[in-house]
């Protein structure tokens, strides 16, 4: 089955740095990854999402890469906020239709400092 | 983005009694939900995936009969944690699929914490 790995497990970053994490996936069958934040006692939301046929997407502040051949992907956030402090997840899955398993990375703990 | 709904958010129960969580989707229909465990300061582990309809799929290591899921209409799936003991204590997330359109995004609800004394 898929397995995602992810680093750094903790990220302390000034406000206005920029914070890069990056995830591994072994299936290569997966098509679909996205990234979720998850601020404490919350659900995860997701913030941006990649499909294999893309190689970059970008949404103001976040981008993600992707790079098929050494299955990793990247999430870049730029000009951090403190509030961009939360757990960010990465996942990996296929997608059939519309159904999605996705597994997902062990979380990063992102802090921005003021 | 589609709205999916948890209740309750949270649920303190003693041990050995059961325990139910709803999962609905509120403006579109779920062709499939998951639903997932995530303990403190920990990943989300994917317990089990229910399809409208039809008997939910476990992952590996999951009890199905300690873990009942329904998933009776395509904006319900509920969770039932039988003879609850505090090592179930955890923070439990649903997810639902099939929007429309949107081919592949899941939506998560806001999760409900069960505290097993």
């Known amino acids: 089955g898929e397995n995602v790995e992810q680093h750094p497990s903790t990220l302390s970053v000034q406000e206005g740095d920029s914070a890069v994490i990056k995830c591994t996936y072994s299936?290569?069958?997966?098509?679909?990854f996205p990234w979720y934040k998850q601020e404490l006692g919350k659900g995860p939301q997701l913030i941006i999402d990649?499909?294999?046929?893309?190689g970059e997407k970008k949404d103001q502040r976040i981008a993600v890469t992707l790079n098929k051949t050494a299955k990793h992907f990247s999430l870049h956030i730029t000009e951090t906020q403190p509030e961009d402090s939360a757990v960010y997840f990465c996942?990996?899955?296929?997608?059939?239709?519309?159904?999605?398993?996705?597994?997902f990375g062990t979380g990063t703990r992102l802090q921005v400092f003021p | 983005g589609a709205v999916v709904s948890q209740h309750p958010s949270w649920v303190i129960c003693k041990s050995g009694t059961s325990v139910k969580i709803e999962c609905r989707s509120l403006d579109f229909q779920a062709t499939t939900m998951f639903w997932y465990r995530q303990f403190p300061k920990q990943s989300l582990m994917l317990m089990a995936t229910s399809n409208e309809g039809s008997k939910a799929t476990y992952e590996q290591g999951v009890e199905k009969d300690k873990f009942l899921i329904n998933h009776a209409s395509l904006t319900l799936s509920t969770l039932t944690v039988t003879s609850a003991h505090p090592e179930d204590s955890s923070f439990y997330i649903c997810?639902?699929?099939?929007?429309?359109?949107?081919?592949?995004?899941?939506?998560f609800g806001e999760g409900s914490r069960l505290t097993v004394l």
């Open positions: 990649i499909r294999s046929n893309v």
């Open positions: 997810s639902a699929s099939g929007l429309a359109g949107v081919t592949g995004e899941l939506f």
């Open positions: 299936d290569s069958a997966s098509n679909y």
């Open positions: 996942a990996a899955g296929q997608v059939i239709y519309n159904t999605d398993k996705l597994i």
